[in-house]
């Protein structure tokens, strides 16, 4: 181990290198940044931790973090119920509010169907996304905005086939070349992909 | 601003993205991986950062942060007191602890000498390094492991005037191609510099 020379600061450094991508060389330039700091904005970090981890609530509707019982989304009259976008994880939902167009609600699965990993439907949140499609009637539209990789397809399939007779429309997200994006550094299987979904200007 | 659904959830990534090389982006990541853990190991940091800006000392002799008045290496009967090694911050003794060769003291300036940047000779933990070598006598060697730019050297200069009649040999860490480094990836200067202080085999 290397030479720290203080425990106190050794215990910080070790908690700090707990968190994903931060290795022991970056939780000391961290930890030692801090030291800097007034005691208030330390304090106002570890109380912001603790405070997070407390009180955090899971949106019962759709699995969303939030404050309340209800996260914002779903609470909002002007978000379309009937649109329900089935995401991986919470930093998809912040990825699409971003780009301001989306305006009905998601649903937070907490993981793609992955049987390598030993993840199945039924560690997912997959029952009330049930709940909330119910006999039919509720949800109009289901949109896939998953990875596009084996565990995504995997996982579209999987829910287009169990809510397929329950749903008017079950869409997937565009996949293709990308805004700014060059044709001659794009990987043959998204070009495939884009050529096969092109969009016709004159149907 | 980017949509984040709880407050509390946009305060911890407001404090975390504070600390120095980590946006957003980044902040809401680390974030979201720690409401995945215990709640103990969340505690165990926010406690950890707090208790370590309570308790943490300096060093009285060099600068060096410890959790005692005096710091292990000053502490330290074995290490040698005459030859004191001048950094300029904490992870300059950590790097040189590492190559577990080094058997004096240190002494941490905090900074370096920059006029641009307005840091004058008052503004580093020069006084301490007064006292420490006193009238003469106490210190035998003085070490420069500065940073090889304008700044350490101007510190170099500096402090090897304000000492030069009170110790026995004055020195700075060779600067030179480093070890596996290409010659013909090396800059001209240090080359240059390499190429002047070479080590004599002979002599």
Redesign the interface.
Known sequence: M????????T??V???S?????GRK?A????????K?D?S????????????????KT?RVCG????EET???CANPRRDRATVCVVE???D??AI??TGTYKGTYHILGGLISPIDGIGPGDLNIPQLSDRIGDGGNVNELIFALSANMEGDTTCFYLSRLFSDKVNKISQIARGVAFGGDLEYTDEVTLARSLETRTVYNA
């Open positions: 290397e030479y720290i020379p203080s425990k106190l600061l215990t910080a070790d908690n700090f707990k968190l994903p991508g931060i970056t000391l330039r961290l930890v030692l940044d801090l030291l700091r005691t904005t330390v304090n106002a970090l570890a109380e912001s931790l603790v405070n997070l981890k407390k009180n955090i949106c969303n973090l939030s404050d996260c914002s989304i994880n919470i930093r939902v912040i509010e971003q």
